[in-house]
């Protein structure tokens, strides 16, 4: 069977070389290491790969978003961002790149490998279709299954946290109305306060788990599925 072919986009060399050994193990094939936005177009036209793993600080050059855009006119190449940055601005920015998984650093292999499969998967639709009656259709081939909490990329399941399944089943549950930040607060952590960042992260996590048109936020009041009820 052919590895995977997955290009790494990241300025930092011990940790570029800490991916690629990653990468390698979980039985991946690395076409290149690179550092910044043109090298980075070089080897997508070169090596032509099927999976990009972009970090979006690059230093002294276009940062991973504009560079994930510019290769999007090339070809549309799956992108996985591994990044330190959580604040809403960049993340916000990186969703409309529509990613297959925004990844903060350090990041977990199995979290990694199960993006990876996913954007593979995105390439070749030719998986049998098992999605069940159960699940709830979100639109953009994505399904949730309320009852397992199993989020479904037509027929792949996508890893979601204890939390991205509690915020998920909730706005699935109130069927297109918006749930006011306050009262997600309350759902996903009922025992203990947590700072405004922290549910913004995880929204915009979710966020990049999906197509990121699927959830709509409301400024200052809340966020709600884009109805398809």
């Known amino acids: ?11 930092e060399s011990i940790v570029a070389l800490d991916i690629k050994h990653a990468l390698q193990t979980l039985g991946f094939k690395v076409t290149d290491c690179v550092r910044n936005y043109t090298r980075a177009i070089k080897s997508v036209k070169e090596a032509r790969p ?7 600080n690059l230093d002294r050059s276009k940062d991973g978003i504009e560079t994930a855009k510019e290769i999007q006119k090339i070809e549309n ?8 940055f959580s604040d809403e601005k960049t993340i916000h920015r990186a969703i409309k790149t529509n990613p297959i998984s925004y990844l903060i650093k350090p990041f977990k292999r199995d979290e990694l490998n199960s993006s990876i499969l996913l954007g593979l998967y995105k ?10 009656s159960k699940c709830v259709e979100l639109g953009f081939n ?3 299954d309320l009852e397992d909490e199993i989020l479904f990329y037509d027929n792949v399941p996508i890893k979601l946290s204890i939390n991205e399944r509690k915020l998920l089943s909730q706005l699935v ?11 997600l607060e309350y759902l996903i952590w009922p025992d203990s306060p947590v700072s405004d960042s922290a549910l913004r992260t995880l929204i915009y996590r979710l966020r ?9 936020t409301v400024p200052s009041l809340g966020c709600k599925l884009t109805p398809l009820f």
């Open 1 to 11: 069977m052919t590895k995977a072919k997955i290009l790494i986009v990241e300025d």
């Open 50 to 56: 099927d999976i990009i793993l972009m970090d979006i």
């Open 77 to 84: 190449i799956p992108i996985i961002y591994l990044t330190a």
């Open 123 to 132: 390439i070749n639709k030719s998986n049998e279709k098992i999605i069940s």
């Open 142 to 144: 994505y399904y949730y």
């Open 173 to 183: 549950n109130a069927k297109g109305t918006i749930i006011t930040f306050r009262e």
């Open 208 to 216: 990049s788990k999906l197509e990121y048109r699927i959830i709509e």
